[in-house]
């Protein structure tokens, strides 16, 4: 098939890779020049771990490209799938204003039927508005299409290639049977093509997200109570975890959420439910406590130290999670900015995320080129991302290297004995 993908960010680069993956021939459009230039160079905007590989391939065998050519890549595809963001207002609510613009150049760009898929994450009624913006503008027959993405940055190639379900959004069988054929070899091992309304499947990817943040909030504030009763956890998270109706998935306490779905979503599914006079009370309290979470480690070292000012934080990890350089709502913002507030000088390393994080902080923060580099001098070693690389240190180089041996663990990589036989004074997630 051939397919246009508008918009190279993280969902429509690895759509657009994955589909050329398949054997469709794909064109990746964006407005950004010096992006396309990178992208037509070899190189990867963003971070993920297996894409540069998977776009390179497809490029040298021909069936991906890049291109600022909008019209012309429309004329090109049956589908277009339309991947660019939906920033978060400041009501909270989705702004559609990329979304609809989009949708309109497809409209006048339209040289015969086309199925126009909405892939980034939109309210329920987006698929209608599209409907509306792109019939405004051409005569020629065309479908909308919801097929929202459920990916997990840093293992977005394999979400994609082996997804767990495809959600197809579609009102008419002549774009179902298209999606259905489009998608039949991403589910050959049985997972399940969900065909359902525009609206449903808008409302699932939402749904969702709000979902597995809700999972987060709650672990966490068990997290909190187990450390008030001397409670483990750890052990919590097993029990629980190991009822069938349950699971152990997105049960780990840490820090809180972040990255660009889970915050940005949970805030416009309140807002859409708000606009239909509905208060969505259980996802006030998942926000309302993810924020609080966020604040945890810097009050562990306020309740050790008491004043932070003149001390020298060791800081593990920026991005919001591993195997990611993204650091949108990271837990890691607010606190190199709590203690470069309070007066601390903070050492921080990240296998990826440096850069973006000296475009926040620019030359506020010294970073290290190993994690070992952050430590020297250090007061203490606060962990705010769970890379591999932090799981098994030498230990005894870190507390040669430390003023004091103390670390703050938000993440619990570590069990409290092991630190303990180790000399390190310890404090974690939900553990005493």
């Known amino acids: 098939m051939k397919i ?10 690895v759509a657009g890779a994955c589909f050329a993956e398949s054997g469709n021939d794909v064109i990746c459009i964006d407005k950004d020049q010096a992006k396309v230039q990178t992208l037509n ?26 291109t600022t050519d909008l019209p012309a ?9 339309i991947a660019v963001g939906t920033p978060q207002g400041e009501d909270g609510s989705a702004d559609l204003s990329h979304v609809l613009g989009v949708a309109r150049e497809v409209g006048r760009a339209m040289n015969g039927y086309k199925v126009i898929v909405d892939k980034s994450t939109v309210p329920v009624g987006t698929s209608n508005k599209v409907r509306d913006v792109v019939s405004q503008e051409t005569r020629h027959e065309f479908s909308v299409v919801s097929n929202p993405e459920f990916l997990k940055q840093g293992a977005a ?10 959600v197809i959004g579609a009102e008419d069988q ?6 259905l054929e489009l998608y039949e070899p991403f589910t050959r091992t049985g997972a399940p093509i969900m065909v359902m309304d525009c609206a449903s499947a808008e409302l699932a990817k939402y749904a969702a997200n709000a979902m597995l943040a ?16 001397g409670a483990d956890v750890d052990q919590v998270r097993k029990a629980v975890g190991s009822d069938r109706r349950i699971g152990t998935s997105f049960l780990f306490p840490g820090v809180g959420y972040g990255g660009s779905c889970f915050p940005k979503d949970v805030q416009a599914m309140m807002r859409f439910a708000s ?27 306020q309740q050790h130290f008491g004043d932070m000012k003149g001390k020298t934080v060791a800081v593990w990890g920026l991005a919001f999670k591993p195997k990611t350089d993204d650091m949108r709502e990271a837990p890691s913002i607010p606190l190199l900015r709590a203690l470069l507030d309070a007066g601390a000088t903070v050492q921080a390393y990240d296998p990826e995320a440096t850069k973006i994080a000296r475009g926040i902080f620019g030359d506020r923060v ?9 430590l020297k001098d250090a007061d203490c070693l606060a962990i705010v991302t769970e890379w591999n690389e932090f799981r098994r240190p030498d230990f005894t180089r870190m507390k040669s290297l430390m003023r004091e041996p103390i670390i703050f663990d938000g993440r619990n990589l570590f069990t409290p004995e092991q630190m303990k036989q180790n000399g390190f004074v310890y404090y974690s997630i939900g553990r005493s």
């Open 157 to 166: 190639i394999e979400d994609f290639m082996k997804p767990d379900r495809v």
């Open 214 to 229: 809700t999972r987060i909030s709650f672990m966490n504030e068990v997290a909190n109570v187990c450390e008030l009763v």
């Open 41 to 66: 160079d070899g190189r990867m905007p963003i971070y993920e771990p297996g894409l540069e590989e998977l776009v390179r391939r497809n490029r040298q065998e021909g069936r991906l490209s890049f």
């Open 73 to 81: 890549a429309v004329r090109e595809a049956l589908i277009v799938f």
């Open 275 to 301: 606009d239909q006079n509905y208060d969505f009370k259980i996802l006030q309290a998942v926000e309302t406590v993810n924020t609080c979470q966020k604040t945890r480690l810097f009050a562990k070292m």
């Open 366 to 374: 010294d970073y290290t080129s190993t994690n070992y580099d952050a």
């Open 4 to 13: 246009a993908v508008v918009g190279t960010g993280y969902v429509g680069l």
């Open 174 to 179: 002549k774009a179902r049977d298209i999606m």
